[in-house]
């Protein structure tokens, strides 16, 4: 029986041996294209075009497939790709359920490139404890928990007992494998955007798919493989270089995003903080259920001038994008989900007002301050 590891060894060593050739402890990278056959046909381990399949990859797949719990891993060049690839299971006529706060390049892939291929798409409050109906042909939900930019948390075992047939897929970006594990709890297929806490550093850009089903994975495989989207070997070693941190690094998010949410939910300029770990999050029980610590995720509303704001961070960086080591600030209204109409967005509850920040590693007191000191001149 294969031993198991806690979270933390399986990180540093899962698909991870030394090279056999020269005993080089970190694997080197795969950079070729193509790969020589000894007869047509006849391939050495498998690997004949590294659009199928490449040995960098193959390892980065086999090491976030440990870490989600999952039999199989799929990675491609973005999380949008491998939301994609996820669609492209469906067919004219079939349904999908989504949350309705919704990361701004999913609603503009599913409203703008995938509607008009027949494909349906509702959107409900996936965090009320209520259930939801499913339309009918509901062929996949889409969970988001946490929720972008809005921080809203569903109840994945209880979405799962109530999803009959269809497929439930859950992005768990914000949350990573080492704070929430989606499979575990029922989901049939688990989403990241590689770019963000995976690869941890604001180096790369890639996405990933894992699942234990293996008719899931072979029609997957065979989209990954037809398509083609799929990451460079070096995007490939960099997130698997970022994975071997990935548990200091989350509880490092973790402490001071809930340290800044503290903060924050005390100051007069600042309105409703959004952070699942605050004790008035309406879903922190949930949170507090099936995840490990909240992240470092969080948005706020302003009571000031949000350009005035911005301006005077020192620390935060005003980006798109989350996840990396630095810390960043957005504003979502004009920038992750600009896309979705303004009034679609107003009825979701994203004003202009709301302020989204990533928060990194650096000393909890210095971000604190940098936020306090933007906020007297806001």
């Not at 949930?286 to 350009?307: I, T």
Request: aromatic residues 8%; contains cysteine; hydrophobic residues 40%.
């Amino acid at each position: 029986m294969e031993q198991a590891w806690h979270f933390e060894t399986e990180a540093i060593h899962h698909a991870q041996q030394p090279e056999e050739a020269t005993g080089a402890v970190i694997p080197p990278i795969y950079a070729t294209s193509t790969y020589a056959q000894l007869e047509p046909g006849v391939l050495r381990q498998g690997f004949d075009y590294s659009r199928a399949d490449n040995p960098t990859r193959r390892r980065l797949e086999q090491a976030l497939a440990r870490l989600e719990g999952a039999r199989y891993g799929l990675a491609f060049a973005s999380g949008v790709a491998a939301t994609s690839a996820l669609l492209t299971l469906l067919a004219p006529g079939d349904q999908v359920l989504a949350g309705d706060d919704t990361y701004g390049g999913t609603y503009r892939l599913f409203e703008q490139v995938y509607r008009k291929y027949g494909i349906g798409f509702s959107y409900a409050d996936l965090s009320r404890p209520e259930p939801v109906k499913l339309p009918d042909r509901t062929k996949l939900i889409w969970l988001e928990t946490p929720t972008n930019p809005l921080m809203k948390l569903a109840d994945i075992a209880e979405v799962a007992a109530r999803k009959g047939p269809a497929l439930l897929a859950v992005d768990n970006t914000f949350a990573s494998p080492y704070l929430q594990r989606p499979l575990e709890l029922g989901a049939d297929i688990v989403l990241h955007s590689m770019t963000k806490y995976l690869g941890g550093h604001s180096d790369i850009i890639g996405g990933a798919l894992l699942t234990s089903d293996a008719e899931l994975y072979e029609r997957l495989k065979f989209i990954q493989l037809s398509v083609g989207a799929v990451p460079s070997p070096f995007d490939c070693w960099l997130v698997h270089r970022g994975l071997k941190t990935l548990a200091l690094r989350m509880r490092a998010h973790s402490e001071n995003g809930l340290a800044v949410a503290r903060m924050l939910a005390q100051h007069p300029k600042v309105g409703r903080v959004y952070y699942p770990g605050l004790e008035e999050h309406p879903n922190h029980q949930v949170a507090a259920r099936q995840m490990s610590a909240y992240g470092g995720m969080l948005s706020f509303e302003l009571k000031g001038n949000v350009k005035h704001f911005l301006r005077q961070l020192k620390i935060f960086t005003l980006a798109e994008s989350l996840g990396g080591v630095e810390s960043l600030v957005s504003q979502p209204a004009t920038m992750t989900h600009a896309s979705i109409p303004r009034a679609e967005r107003l009825r979701r509850g994203i004003g202009d007002e709301l302020i989204r920040l990533s928060v990194g590693l650096e000393h909890p007191a210095d971000l604190i301050a940098d936020l306090n000191n933007a906020l007297e001149d806001a």
